[in-house]
C-alpha cells in the first residue's frame, strides 16, 4: 500500500509515520529527513537546500524531484511507501504523477492531517529529536528520562534550527499558499481522507489504520 500524509508542520506527521513504518514494514519517504540528512552530509543537494530549509522555505522543486526519483529506484518501495512531506505542492503533485506512472505504480491513500493552528506552536517550539536514531520527543507532552539524553539510544537530543516561531510562520504560509491546493487535486482523485489531529496519539493512529483498511477492501 501507497500512502501519502498531508498536514502542516507539527500535526504529527512524523510520529504517525514512525508508528505506521514499525507496524506495516512501509517504507518511510521524509524529503525533510532526506534534506536534513544531506545537509549534515555536505553534499550538493544539502548545499542547495539549507538556506531554504533553515527560512521555512519550500526547497526548490528540481532538488526535491531528483530525491525522489532516486528514492523510489530502491528496491524496498515494493514493500509499500509512506511519503511523509512530499508533494508540498501542485507543481510536485503533478510531477509525482509522471514518476509513479514511469515506475508503475499508484497511490492508494492521501491522509490529510488536520489540526487547530494554535496547538501547532506549541508543539513545534517544544519538539527534541534525537541525533543519532531520530526519536521524537517533546518537553511537555513526551519528555525523555533524562533531559536531553535519548530513551532509545542515549543520543543526544536537539531542536530543530527551523523549529523556532519565525520559521513556523513562514512553514505555515508555505503550507497554506503552496500545500493547500494539492488537497484540492488528490479530492478530485478520490484519494483524500481527513484525519483529526488533535486526538491523542493512538486514536490519531487507529484512525489512519481504519482509512487503511477501508481502502484495501475498495482495492
Ligand atoms: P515540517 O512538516 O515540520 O515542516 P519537514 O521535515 O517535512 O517538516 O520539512 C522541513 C523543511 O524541509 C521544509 O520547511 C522545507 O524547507 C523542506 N522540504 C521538505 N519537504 C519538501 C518538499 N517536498 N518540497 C520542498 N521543500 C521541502
Redesign the pocket.
Given at each position: 500500500m501507497n500512502i501519502l500524509l498531508i498536514g502542516a508542520?507539527?500535526t504529527g506527521?512524523g510520529t504517525m509515520s514512525e508508528l505506521l513504518v514499525k507496524n506495516y514494514g512501509l517504507v518511510h519517504i521524509?524529503?525533510?529527513?532526506i534534506?536534513?540528512q544531506s545537509i549534515k552530509e555536505g553534499t550538493e543537494v544539502g548545499k542547495k537546500?539549507q538556506s531554504?530549509?533553515e527560512k521555512?522555505?519550500?526547497?526548490p522543486?528540481e532538488v526535491?524531484h531528483d530525491i525522489i526519483v532516486e528514492r523510489l529506484k530502491k528496491d524496498d518501495v515494493q514493500k509499500g511507501f509512506l511519503m511523509?512531506?512530499?508533494?508540498?505542492?501542485l507543481e510536485?503533485a503533478k510531477d509525482f504523477d509522471k514518476i509513479l506512472e514511469e515506475v508503475g505504480t499508484d497511490i492508494d491513500l492521501v491522509v490529510l492531517m488536520e489540526l487547530d493552528e494554535a496547538i501547532l506552536a506549541d508543539r513545534?517550539t517544544g519538539r527534541r529529536i534525537c541525533k543519532d536514531c531520530g526519536q521524537i520527543y517533546h518537553v511537555v507532552n513526551k519528555p525523555s528520562k533524562v533531559e536531553g539524553q535519548c530513551d532509545n539510544c542515549g543520543g543526544e537530543l536537539y531542536t530543530r534550527k527551523?523549529d523556532t516561531l519565525a520559521s513556523l510562520k513562514t512553514?505555515l504560509d508555505?503550507y497554506h499558499h503552496a500545500t493547500m491546493p494539492i488537497i484540492e487535486f488528490y479530492q478530485n482523485k478520490g484519494l483524500l481522507k481527513h484525519v483529526n489531529a488533535a486526538l491523542g496519539k493512538d486514536e490519531v493512529y487507529a484512525a489512519i489504520v481504519k482509512l487503511m483498511e477501508e481502502s484495501n477492501d475498495q482495492h
Open positions: 508542520p507539527g506527521k521524509a524529503t525533510g529527513d534534506l536534513r537546500a531554504y530549509i521555512g522555505l519550500l526547497v522543486d526535491i511523509d512531506g512530499y508533494p508540498r505542492n510536485q513545534i527551523d512553514r508555505e
